[in-house]
């Protein structure tokens, strides 16, 4: 899987939107990116992952260039809630019904959400 | 959506006991289970891939002996910390792949404290 490389925190007002970048220019044509949380003492929570265009569902919009070799993750209107550790992931998705390949990940970016 | 649920959340053993981990997938069949460890600061570090029915393959340096990983139906994998000891003391997460789709749904986690 090709590496990331995110920066190791960010603050973010409560109220504004949080862009997380994430670097990954050795990803192949058939990786995905992946992004997930966690927060504290807790396990990993899904976010939204993307393979070239923009995607958008109810917690945030993945925005990835068109070489693909890098992207963001943008939480609109970030909350306290949201402060934790995001994770940006490159992989190929698992085949259908195949046997799943694993997820690895990188240390992350440390969002801190402050009032 | 996909639920993992993982027992216990929180477990205190003396050194030399054993304990196990139970990660159950509710509400779909996984073929594919992971899990991770984490220590305080650090990224999650994935030990071992549970399949079904068959064999766990370990990551390197991970001692198959000492963790031990039942994976028996589509629903249940188990983790078996033998003869712990303190520096066994850690974040204990599961995964589960939902043969039907393409995510990794994460369990809530096990803090594990050897004393």
């Known amino acids: 899987d090709a590496k990331t490389t995110q920066p190791p925190s960010m603050d973010c007002a409560e109220g504004r939107a949080a862009n997380l970048p994430c670097n990954h220019s050795?990803?192949?044509?058939?990786?995905?990116v992946y992004w997930y949380r966690q927060i504290h003492s807790q396990g990993p929570q899904y976010i939204i992952h993307g393979l070239k265009n923009n995607e958008t569902n109810e917690m945030a919009s993945l925005i990835i260039t068109e070489d693909r070799k890098s992207s963001t993750l943008i939480l609109p209107h970030a909350t306290l809630r949201d402060t934790a550790v995001y994770y940006c992931?490159?992989?190929?998705?698992?085949?259908?019904?195949?046997?799943?390949?694993?997820?690895?990940f990188g240390t992350g970016t440390r969002l801190q959400v402050t009032l | 959506g996909a639920v993992v649920s993982q027992h216990p959340s929180r477990v205190i053993c003396k050194s030399g006991t054993s304990v196990k981990i139970e990660c159950r997938s509710l509400d779909f069949q996984a073929t594919t289970m992971f899990w991770y460890r984490q220590f305080p600061k650090q990224s999650l570090m994935l030990m071992a891939t549970?399949?079904?029915?068959?064999?766990?393959?370990?990551e390197q340096g991970v001692e198959k002996d000492k963790f031990l990983i039942n994976h028996a139906s589509l629903t249940l994998s188990t983790l078996t910390v033998t003869s712990a000891h303190p520096e066994d003391s850690s974040f204990y997460i599961c995964?589960?792949?939902?043969?039907?789709?393409?995510?990794?749904?994460f369990g809530s986690g096990t803090r594990l404290t050897v004393v």
């Open positions: 050795t990803i192949s044509g058939n990786e995905y």
């Open positions: 549970s399949n079904e029915g068959s064999k766990a393959t370990y």
């Open positions: 992931i490159v992989r190929a998705p698992p085949s259908l019904g195949g046997t799943a390949s694993k997820l690895t």
């Open positions: 995964s589960a792949r939902d043969i039907q789709g393409y995510g990794y749904t």
